[in-house]
T-cell receptor, first 112, second 112 residues
Framework: QQKVQQSPESLIVPEGGMASLNCTSS?????YFWWYRQHSGKSPKMLM?????GEKEEGRFTVHLNKASLHTSLHIRDSQPSDSALYLC????????????FGKGTKLSVKS | NSKVIQTPRYLVKGQGQKAKMRCIPE?????VFWYQQNKNNEFKFLIN????????QIDMTEKRFSAECPSNSPCSLEIQSSEAGDSALYLC??????????FGAGTRLSVL
């Protein structure tokens, strides 16, 4: 059973600050990672995915991946109160329609 | 707004009662997933389908839980004899390919 470790469990950053979230998988067959975001009382929505080693940037969001260490991180610059949400990491392995195993998430609060 | 439709939004049952929830996947999406999200925000994969066929399911699902995705009808998840520990948010998600999951709003089950 794959384990997905996310840290920190919760994070408070000031508006305009940088938020850094981490995720590590125990499954050496992981081929890519997904990040989902779930606002309070809402369903999760896909935020970003990363397939290759290195970095991927989309607007204020940057994802890093190190496949050797099975570690990914999500960085949010210029954090906004609307970024306050539960951020879920989901490593993928086992075929295109295999289940995703979600981590417990990092609860981000952006304080104005 | 999500194109995955889940009904009902809220479901209240007594212990031992049946609980049934439905999901209409996004049009054209052949893969459907059911997840349970508990009060600690932890996700548990229950079952997934490709068209009408079960791809993967967990042991728990094989006992009190049953699910189906009949052709031209909503998918459904049913708990035969509800237990207090089943109280959770049940999320249905559909996927076209490569595991971008599109979640419905969920059915929040309370077992009294």
């Amino acid at each position: 059973q794959q384990k997905v470790q996310q840290s920190p469990e919760s994070l408070i950053v000031p508006e305009g600050g940088m938020a850094s979230l981490n995720c590590t998988s125990s499954d050496r067959n992981v081929d890519y990672f997904w990040w989902y975001r779930q606002h309070s009382g809402k369903s999760p929505k896909m935020l970003m995915s990363i397939f290759s080693n290195g970095e991927k940037e989309e607007g204020r969001f940057t994802v890093h991946l190190n496949k050797a260490s099975l570690h990914t991180s999500l960085h949010i610059r210029d954090s906004q109160p609307s970024d306050s949400a539960l951020y879920l990491c989901a490593p993928h392995s086992g075929g295109s329609n295999a289940k995703l195993t979600f981590g417990k998430g990092t609860k981000l609060s952006v304080k104005s | 707004n999500s194109k995955v439709i889940q009904t009902p939004r809220y479901l209240v049952k007594g212990q031992g009662q049946k609980a049934k929830m439905r999901c209409i996947p996004e049009k054209g999406h052949p893969v459907v997933f059911w997840y349970q999200q508990n009060k600690n925000n932890e996700f548990k994969f229950l079952i997934n389908f490709q068209n009408q066929e079960v791809l993967q399911q967990i042991d728990m699902t094989e006992k009190r839980f049953s699910a189906e995705c009949p052709s031209n009808s909503p998918c459904s998840l049913e708990i035969q004899s509800s237990e207090a520990g089943d109280s959770a948010l049940y999320l249905c998600a559909s996927s076209l390919l490569v595991n971008t999951l599109y979640f419905g709003a969920g059915t929040r089950l309370s077992v009294l």
